[in-house]
T-cell receptor
């Protein structure tokens, strides 16, 4: 079983839609959680950290459920520019990060 | 503005050549990483370092080697390039407990 698992998608949604990505992790000792965004043929870039109480940044909301070892990312009012692959990232025992395989999102006009 | 730099950005090279991919960061981070990623596929960790003179192999077996003589510099070397090494190589650095910052990557093609 992979340490970090994501639905690979692809998610194809119309502009303005709300879309949610889920991620599960296996290491119950994990303390740090992130969502990264990776555009085609580019490097991953930090989108947002995920805090225990949940956090919001504009149209993006991240949630953490430690009991279920589950992280989510909600994107409201999708824009064409949101099209990318979204990577779930969790820290490991040695504090290194483990990346999920990514969920691909395509927002269509 | 990038604080972690990778060169070259693109490299096309013949089979059997020795190549070194450069990675430098100006953030003073102790931890540095090399990932390999094929188009549309997930990231695979091939090497990492926790500081000067510290290097470890990652989850994915790789024929490459790395060195960490200076904190800011973490080059990756392939002694004899093969077509199977064709891929994108991404360097990253971090501080303890914080997310990673990635370089722009080197897209390597071995012909």
């Amino acid at each position: 079983r992979k340490e970090v698992e994501q639905d690979p998608g692809p998610f194809n949604v119309p502009e303005g839609a709300t879309v949610a990505f889920n991620c599960t992790y296996s290491n119950s000792a994990s303390q740090s959680f992130f969502w990264y965004r990776q555009d085609c043929r580019k490097e991953p870039k930090l989108l947002m950290s995920v805090y225990s109480s949940g956090n919001e940044d504009g149209r993006f909301t991240a949630q953490l459920n430690r009991a279920s070892q589950y992280i989510s990312l909600l994107i409201r009012d999708s824009k064409l520019s949101d099209s990318a692959t979204y990577l779930c990232v969790v820290n490991a025992n040695n504090n290194d990060m483990r990346f999920g395989a990514g969920t691909r999102l395509t927002v269509k006009p | 503005e990038a604080d972690i730099y990778q060169t070259p950005r693109y490299l096309v090279i013949g089979t059997g050549k020795k190549i070194t991919l450069e990675c430098s960061q100006t953030m003073g981070h102790d931890k540095m990483y090399w990932y390999q990623q094929d188009p549309g596929m997930e990231l695979h960790l091939i090497h990492y370092s926790y500081g000067v003179n510290s290097t470890e192999k990652g989850d994915l077996s790789s024929e490459s080697t790395v060195s960490r003589i200076r904190t800011e510099h973490f080059p990756l070397t392939l002694e004899s390039a093969r077509p199977s090494h064709t891929s994108q190589y991404l360097c990253a650095s971090s501080e303890w407990g914080y997310g990673y910052t990635f370089g722009s990557g080197t897209r390597l093609t071995v012909v």
